[in-house]
């Protein structure tokens, strides 16, 4: 793995993805090339009224312009700054930090469930398997949000060619519910097929992808949020608890966890 | 000529004054993957009981202005998993160690010493009789001069290098705690632990971190911290390692102009786990600024 950096990026683009979603890219990060789907960077807000930094994952890099992407939601007071920033801004980066997902072979069927903010990783990962060569008709994308409004760079996923399966929870765009319920069906369908699954969402909707997988004897692996306050393993404070007793820390031992391991709480 | 930073506490010699905090760097192998530890005047591990302890269920951390408040239990390895696992690795560095040890009971603490005073390892030790994230001992050891006289007196008889006491700031008078630690044989003091604090989410009524109260470290809580490092500097002999957040070269030399030989970094860490490198670098430039040769010739020179 390679060893974390901590440096002075610029916003080198804004976009405004609408209800209170953004996307940054920030450059240059020299390690840029080597993040992985999953990894994440921990992010030191230019306030000083907040001390300790946010932790992002990475949506998407470009390796030869050093440059790092993130797409957030206005969420509280530090993702509300980085909404206000403009292009120019600088941004002080810390990363790559955590465990990235591994790559299912390409005979696999990955099957990727997003919830809400979740789905930046999850959009990286069906990217660079597509980089590797696996075929975009072999990876079913479930995005599920509360409305059509919450589900975002929808054009850019369809343009990947994955088999995009969305859902609502008023039912404004796709499937009307929660997102697990059109997995399960697909799974059902689906059960004589090798399958990967890989999620990252609110808790809620992990727990249950953690039990299909469970279920149907799926393997497959989460990406799972904890209050970070350091993000390099030395504070012990982003712990969740195991099936196996104990706890891991999500910043370094994840945050990307085998389906089985945690014990998801909501 | 570059300014020294070198500096001495009880016969041990520091290649600088900034130590890393118990508890805000583990056992050093993260820190090490970021840059080489010789960059530190010395690792202080977490702190190290008899038994595993797995530490408090989460949510164990709580943001607060200028802060954080934590209560992750004390979780460490053990002693047995300390000495196969930890110091090997420990061993490999080119800086000082001192081992931060806790109990329950007053055995508890000779048992981790002693087995530590066979591990070369371990330069000096530093006995935690302050902290606020357990039920049983920790603090109580911490706020009765007694308890703490006794503790570090236990300790010193099968600990044969220097002892350290760490310091709670909870206390009425901390100076009489330091002068009863000195008593007991300690060589040095570590001044403060964390704070007790607590906070409540108000939509559900209910406390922010699963054991209630935390202790609250940071920035916050540094002028609570220089008043005691002053406090015990004029009534204690004791050499006084000064800790309570400190961010960057300013609050260092704050500290030592109160009378502390050393500092500890700990939250700091958090937000930037390269902080000491900063320090140790600005500090430099500070020390060659006020024409001063060594670092040692700021303790204690606040003029009142
Ligand atoms: C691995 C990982 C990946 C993530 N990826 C994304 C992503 O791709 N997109 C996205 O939008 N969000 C992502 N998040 C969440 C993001 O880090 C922010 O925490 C979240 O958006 C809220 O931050 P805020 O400052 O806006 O909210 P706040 O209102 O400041 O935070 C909400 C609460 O959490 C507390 N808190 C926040 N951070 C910390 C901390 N480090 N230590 C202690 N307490 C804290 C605050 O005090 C407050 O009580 C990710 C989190 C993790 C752990
Ligand atoms: C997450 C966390 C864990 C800690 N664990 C320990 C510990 O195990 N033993 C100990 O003596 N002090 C522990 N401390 C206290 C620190 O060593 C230090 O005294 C305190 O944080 C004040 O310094 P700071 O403001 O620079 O963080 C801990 C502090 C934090 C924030
Ligand atoms: S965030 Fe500090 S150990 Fe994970």
Known sequence: ?266 | MPADLKCKIAGVEFANPIMTASGCAGYGEELAQIYPLSNLGALVTKSISLKVRPGHPPPRTVETPGGLLNAIGLANVGIDRFLKEKVPFLEKQKTKVIVNVAGSTIDEYVEVCSRLNDCSCADMIELNISCPNVNEGGIEFGTSPKLTEKTVAAARKVFKRPIIAKLAPNVTSIAEIANAAEQGGADALSIINSVIGTAVDIDSWQPLLTNINGGLTGPAIKPIALAMVSSVYRKCNLPIIGIGGITDYKDVIEYLLYGATAVQVGTALFVDPSAPLKIVKDLKKYLKEKKLKSVTELIGKVRR
């Open chain 1, 1 to 266: 793995m390679t060893k974390p950096t901590c440096e002075d990026t610029l916003v080198v683009k804004k976009r405004d993805l609408k209800n209170d979603y953004y996307s940054l890219v920030l450059a240059p990060f020299s390690q840029a090339k080597s993040i992985q789907p999953g990894q994440f960077v921990h992010i030191r807000l230019p306030s000083t009224d907040i001390y300790f930094r946010r932790a992002f994952s990475v949506a998407s890099v470009s390796p030869v312009k050093e440059e790092v992407e993130i797409i957030f939601k206005v969420f509280g007071r530090g993702t509300k700054i980085l909404g206000k920033l403009c292009k120019g801004n600088s941004l002080d980066l810390l990363g790559p930090l955590g465990v990235p997902f591994s790559f299912p072979n390409k005979k696999e069927r990955a099957v990727i469930v997003a919830g809400g903010v979740g789905f930046p990783p999850l959009m990286f990962l069906a990217e660079k398997m597509i980089e590797k060569g696996h075929n975009p008709k072999q990876i079913e994308f479930f995005y599920g949000g509360r409305s059509k409004a919450e589900l975002v760079e929808l054009s850019r996923l369809k343009k990947m060619g994955i088999k995009l399966h969305l859902s609502t929870d008023d039912g404004s765009a796709g499937t009307k519910g929660l997102v697990i319920g059109p997995v399960e069906q697909y799974l059902k369908k689906h059960l004589k097929e090798k399958i990967k699954l890989f999620g990252c969402g609110p808790e809620k909707m992990l727990k249950a992808v953690d039990e299909l997988g469970l279920k149907y004897d799926i393997k497959g692996q989460l990406a799972i949020e904890a209050l970070m306050p350091c993000g390099v393993g030395i504070c012990l404070g982003c712990v969740v608890p195991l099936k196996a007793g104990g706890f891991a820390r999500v910043c370094c031992d994840g945050p990307v966890f085998e389906i089985g391991v945690v014990n998801i709480a909501c």
